[in-house]
């Protein structure tokens, strides 16, 4: 009888609620693709749990795991170690298990990045970037574009108390300046703007008609036009960015692009990007 491995590699996501999550679309059909043994579990986990979670995927010996709401902070606390662009955002979405020590990364902004990259025309460096929200995506997006040389970004939220505090971590811990804005009326972007970018949860599904309440005759052609919403990704923000004559990107390229550097985190392969997107494009659209 030849040689026989029947045992699954398991990474997967803890979150509450997660039923809706869809990542195990495309992390199952990226497992398929390269014929690897692997399993991605979408598991409930309680807030009152996560500890015991944590020591469950060590017994296990899951090769990783992703975090979503509400545990992507309170997860820090389990880990060895954390990455430090993670440390800087506050959050932790991806866990990754090796040697026996437990490390935090967080994909969410790096997977923005690659999609502002793949872009092509957009140059990040000395970039002026207009910020829309200051919620966990925000702050992942702030943190790596301000890492990766982006001169200035303004960080607009109703809330003053998150946009302040977002404000604070890029001016005291990267060398790009930022600055709050109040977001309490509408606001018109400023001229010298490279990038805008909605970081809010306005306009995901099913709320699909919703923008975010700025002056869209401000939009100019050249300007990069961002969307952090997957679901639907043609969100009705960037139709009116396009109507501009503005280049947009979508929160579905993001989506992915985190997913394909969180495969890479744990399988150490080249994930198979087309793949994922198109087994995510399809669960959306169905
Ligand atoms: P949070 O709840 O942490 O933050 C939400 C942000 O949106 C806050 O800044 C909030 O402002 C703002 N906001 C919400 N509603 C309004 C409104 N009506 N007017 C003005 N501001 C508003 O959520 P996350 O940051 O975790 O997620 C935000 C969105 O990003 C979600 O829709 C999620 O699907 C998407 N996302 C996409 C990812 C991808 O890979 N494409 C990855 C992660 C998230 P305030 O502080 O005032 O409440």
Same mark, same amino acid.
């Given at each position: 009888m030849p040689n026989r491995n029947y045992k699954a590699e398991l990474v997967g996501v803890f979150g +509450?609620?997660? &039923?809706?999550?869809?990542t195990v679309v495309m992390m199952e059909a990226a497992f398929r693709a390269l014929g690897l043994n692997w399993r991605y579990l979408t598991i409930e986990v309680k807030p009152d749990n996560l500890a015991d979670a944590i020591r469950g995927l060590v017994a296990f010996g899951m090769r990783g795991i992703n975090l979503t709401i509400p545990h992507k902070i309170e997860?820090?606390? +389990?880990?060895?170690e954390i990455a430090g662009d993670a440390r800087l955002i506050g959050a932790v979405n991806t866990v990754v298990a090796e040697n026996g020590r437990l490390r935090g990364e967080n994909t969410d902004g790096k997977g923005f990045l690659r999609s502002l990259k793949e872009q092509g025309?957009?140059?990040? &460096?000395g970039s002026r970037v207009f910020l829309l929200g200051a919620g966990g995506a925000a702050r992942s997006i702030a943190v790596e574009l301000a890492l990766a040389g982006a001169g200035h970004i303004v960080v607009a939220n109703r809330t003053r108390t998150r946009g302040e505090d977002l404000v604070r971590t890029l001016n005291e811990a990267t060398q790009c300046h930022a600055d709050f804005l109040l977001w309490d009326r509408q606001l018109a972007i400023p001229e010298d703007t490279d990038i805008l970018v909605? &970081?809010?949860?306005?306009?995901?599904f099913p709320d699909i008609e919703a923008v975010p309440d700025?002056? +869209?005759?401000?939009?100019?052609?050249?300007l990069v036009v961002c969307d952090v919403?997957?679901?639907?990704?043609?969100t009705a923000f960037l139709k009116k960015a396009e109507a501009r004559g503005a280049k947009t990107i979508d929160g579905l390229g993001m989506l992915v692009n985190q997913g394909v550097i969180g495969f890479k985190l744990w399988t150490g392969l080249e994930a198979p990007r087309e793949v994922m997107m198109e087994a995510l494009s399809k669960e959306f659209a169905g």
């Open positions: +509450y609620p997660v &039923a809706e999550n869809p997860v820090m606390k +389990y880990l060895d025309s957009t140059r990040i &460096a909605n &970081a809010t949860s306005i306009g995901l700025i002056d +869209y005759r401000t939009i100019r052609p050249d919403i997957p679901n639907p990704p043609h």
